[in-house]
Every structure is written in structure tokens, then in C-alpha cells.
């Protein structure tokens, strides 16, 4: 079954340093993964989608199918990254996105 | 101009009721989706519109749970007889196409007492 694990509910990090949230995906077809971003009082957001390739905010994730891995890095965490990231699977054929359980990240100062 | 609306903002209602929950999406987004999602969990896929028609709405939990998208704009989430179990953030999206991300309302906090 099609599934996203994302390992740890919450990771507090202090300001500058680095952080990498894990995401994990079980799934035999294409993948196409997400990472959906919601800060305080705030809905729900895109972040970044692993076929751009793109770095936002700071952001990167690299897809790797051999580890059936998505996993969200940036080098220096900043204060304002504190939220809740969601990572996110596309099923190929169809329009069902499944998410992960969710980490919160704290930035401390 | 706005993004995904929804309301209400917050909805309490008393085991057994029966309720409508409203979501406007972006002008032009093609696609609806629903998701539920309760506390400490991810959101968990309802139901996906395409145009007017349900093309996917494997995710209701059960015959309680149905929604509508008459004009291929509006759609409404209604719930019969409410259970407790039923409470829970529900969160429209709209997409302008079928592999485009998706844009989230600020949710539905519904409360069954």
C-alpha cells in the first residue's frame, strides 16, 4: 500500500544550524513528492515539489528512489522556519495526494 | 483574488445532526479536493472533483459522508447524522490542473458533542 512516513514529530534545532526532516515513501509506481509547508495561523502551503528542483527559502530535497527517500534539508535554520512540513506523495494515474503524519520544527534562538 | 475559501470557520454541532460545510475555490481551478485531518495526523484524502463530477471519492469514509460540486465551482461537504468520531479539521484545495500543487483553505473545525 501506498504510504509516507515521516519518522519524527517534532525537531528543535538551534538558529544556524542545520536541519534535515525525514520523509520516507512506500510506493511501486512513479513517484512524485511534495513538501507542503504551514506556519502559524497560516493554511497550508506549497514548499518545494522534488521534479523542479529548486531551492525556496533556503529549502532543498533531492528524491531518491533507492532509499525511497524525500528528505527536506537546509544548511542554516532560521527562526521563521519554525512551522509544521508535511511531506506529500502524488499517485501516478490518479489525483490522490497522500501525506505524512507531519514534523514540527522548532528553530530556538 | 482570495485563496480557498471555507466556511464556517468553525462549526459545533450535537451527535446525530446533520451538517454542510462550504468551500469557494481559486476562479478557474479546475480541480476540488477534500481532506480530513485530525489531531496530530496528516490530512487524509475525502473526495476529488473534476468539473462538476466526482472522478475519485474512494476516501469517504462511509455513506454518511457525501459532497456535491454543481456548478464545477462551489462544492459543499455535507455530513449526516454526526459522530463524535466525525470531528475534525476538514480542508478543501483547488488545483488548476490535474498535476498542478494544491492550494489550501484555512479549514473547517468541526466539533461533534
Known amino acids: 500500500a501506498q504510504r509516507v512516513t515521516q519518522p519524527e514529530k517534532l525537531l528543535s534545532v538551534f538558529k544556524g544550524a542545520p536541519v534535515e526532516l525525514k520523509c520516507n515513501y512506500s510506493?511501486?509506481?512513479?513517484?512524485?513528492l511534495f513538501w507542503y509547508v504551514q506556519y502559524s495561523r497560516q493554511r497550508l502551503q506549497l514548499l518545494l515539489r522534488h521534479i523542479s528542483r529548486e531551492s525556496i527559502k533556503g529549502f532543498t530535497a533531492d528524491l531518491n528512489k533507492g532509499e525511497t527517500s524525500f528528505h527536506l534539508k537546509k544548511p542554516f535554520a532560521q527562526e521563521e522556519d519554525s512551522a509544521m512540513y508535511y511531506c506529500?506523495?502524488?499517485?501516478?494515474?490518479?489525483?490522490?495526494?497522500?501525506f505524512g503524519t507531519g514534523t514540527r520544527l522548532k528553530v530556538l534562538a | 483574488g482570495a485563496g480557498v475559501s471555507q466556511t464556517p470557520s468553525n462549526k459545533v454541532t450535537e451527535k446525530g445532526k446533520y451538517v454542510e460545510l462550504r468551500c469557494d475555490p481559486i476562479?478557474?481551478?479546475?480541480?476540488l479536493y477534500w481532506y480530513r485531518q485530525s489531531l496530530g495526523q496528516g490530512p487524509e484524502f475525502l473526495i476529488y472533483?473534476?468539473?462538476?463530477?466526482?472522478?475519485?471519492d474512494s476516501g469517504l469514509p462511509n455513506d454518511r459522508f457525501f459532497a456535491v460540486r454543481p456548478e464545477g465551482s462551489v462544492s459543499t461537504l455535507k455530513i449526516q447524522r454526526t459522530e463524535r468520531g466525525d470531528s475534525a479539521v476538514y480542508l478543501c484545495?483547488?488545483?488548476?490542473?490535474?498535476?498542478?500543487?494544491?492550494?489550501f483553505g484555512n479549514g473547517t473545525r468541526l466539533t461533534v458533542t
Open positions: 506529500a506523495l502524488s499517485l501516478s494515474g490518479t489525483y490522490k495526494y497522500i
Open positions: 472533483f473534476q468539473g462538476t463530477g466526482a472522478a475519485d
Open positions: 510506493y511501486s509506481g512513479s513517484p512524485e
Open positions: 484545495a483547488s488545483s488548476p490542473g490535474r498535476w498542478s500543487p494544491l492550494h
Open positions: 476562479s478557474g481551478h479546475t480541480a
